[in-house]
């Protein structure tokens, strides 16, 4: 079992759509969850990060983290064109970062 | 404040040659971490280098080695190369302080393609 699993999509919406993007993950002891934004040819650059269980609003992004079920989101609200890209969540314990398999997404003008 | 940075852009080497990619730290950090980013998939983590040092390492074979040099700055070498090392191999900084999170900045990556 991996310890990020993530659905690559593609997801593709229309402009002004609510995005919602969503990853499980497998050790309970995993504290910070991070939400990464990667565009083509680019190396990803972090969006937000969030502690524990509980929500995380910057801008027109909100990250959710409920531990019990071990599941993370990320919601993008107004999405815009420029929100075209791949969205990898990620976890790490001690040093390694552990990334999902990141979600395509593409949103129509 | 310079970002990460890394050379080549893009490699085309053939099975069985070796490879060295570089990586140049973001200003003041004085931690480096290696990636290895298949296409399709998430990055995978090769190893990271703190002060000059091993300081963890992923599920890679020991020809994937580095170096990480007093300025900061890293290199990642891979021997004996094979055709599922084609990916893009990301360099990511940070600085190791007293917190438990330390944001990582990514470079662009190098684009290697074995042939």
């Known amino acids: 079992q991996k310890e990020v699993e993530q659905d690559p999509g593609p997801l593709s919406v229309p402009e002004g759509a609510i995005v919602s993007l969503n990853c499980t993950y497998s050790?309970?002891?995993?504290?910070?969850f991070m939400w990464y934004r990667q565009y083509s040819r680019k190396g990803p650059e972090l969006l937000m990060y969030t502690y524990s269980s509980g929500n995380k609003e910057d801008g027109r992004f909100t990250a959710q983290v409920d531990k019990s079920s071990k599941y993370i989101s990320l919601f993008i609200r107004d999405s815009q064109p420029s929100d075209s890209a791949t969205y990898l969540c990620?976890?790490?314990?001690?040093?390694?970062?552990?990334f999902g398999t990141g979600t395509s997404l593409t949103v129509i003008p | 404040e310079t970002g990460v940075t890394q050379s080549p852009t893009h490699l085309i080497k053939t099975r069985g040659q070796q490879v060295t990619l570089r990586c140049s730290s973001q200003?003041?950090?004085?931690?480096v971490s290696w990636y290895q980013q298949a296409l399709g998939q998430g990055p995978q983590f090769i190893f990271q280098?703190?002060?000059?040092?091993?300081?963890g390492r992923g599920n890679f074979p020991p020809r994937f080695s580095g170096l990480q040099f007093p300025n900061y700055s890293s290199e990642l070498n891979v021997n004996a190369l094979e055709l599922d090392d084609s990916a893009l191999y990301l360099c990511?900084?940070?600085?190791?302080?007293?917190?438990?999170?330390?944001?990582?900045?990514f470079g662009p990556g190098t684009r290697l393609t074995v042939l």
């Open positions: 990620a976890t790490f314990t001690g040093n390694q970062f552990y």
């Open positions: 050790n309970s002891a995993f504290q910070y």
């Open positions: 280098y703190y002060r000059e040092e091993e300081n």
């Open positions: 990511a900084s940070s600085w190791t302080g007293q917190g438990p999170y330390n944001e990582q900045f």
């Open positions: 200003s003041g950090h004085n931690t």
